[in-house]
């Protein structure tokens, strides 16, 4: 059974930061596309940043050196440093493994609110 699980979110202040993590089970970690993606509040799921199998990145414009994607492998997990926070970060940010359309895995989110 596939499992994704995202941990860290929480209640910080504008400019705070924030760590979330992501473990997976069920699946060869290593060979997956891991990425994080965001819903706020009456919002479309986007793409907040994706780190590929071998360790390519890419980042929203929006959060574009602010945050910061990592993953471990011999850990499976996947890490999103996020820095310099703000208001409108606010979201259920949920962790995805993705190897191809029928390979494609998400967590149950972790919500992250960013208010003074």
């Known amino acids: 059974q596939v499992q994704l699980v995202e941990s860290g979110g929480g209640l910080v202040q504008p400019g705070e930061s924030l760590r979330l993590s992501c473990v997976g089970s069920?699946?060869?970690?290593?060979?997956?596309?891991m990425g994080w993606y965001r819903q706020a509040p009456g919002k479309q799921r986007e793409l907040v940043a994706r780190?590929?199998?071998?360790?390519?990145?890419n980042y929203a414009d929006s959060v574009k050196g602010r945050f910061t994607i990592s993953r471990d492998n011999a850990k499976n997990m996947v890490y999103l440093q996020m820095d310099s926070l703000r208001p409108e970060d606010t979201a259920v940010y949920y962790c995805?493994?993705?190897?191809?359309?029928?390979?494609?895995?998400w967590g149950k989110g972790t919500l992250v609110t960013v208010s003074s």
């Open positions: 780190i590929t199998s071998g360790g390519s990145t």
């Open positions: 069920g699946i060869l970690f290593r060979v997956y596309d």
């Open positions: 995805n493994a993705y190897h191809s359309r029928a390979y494609n895995y």
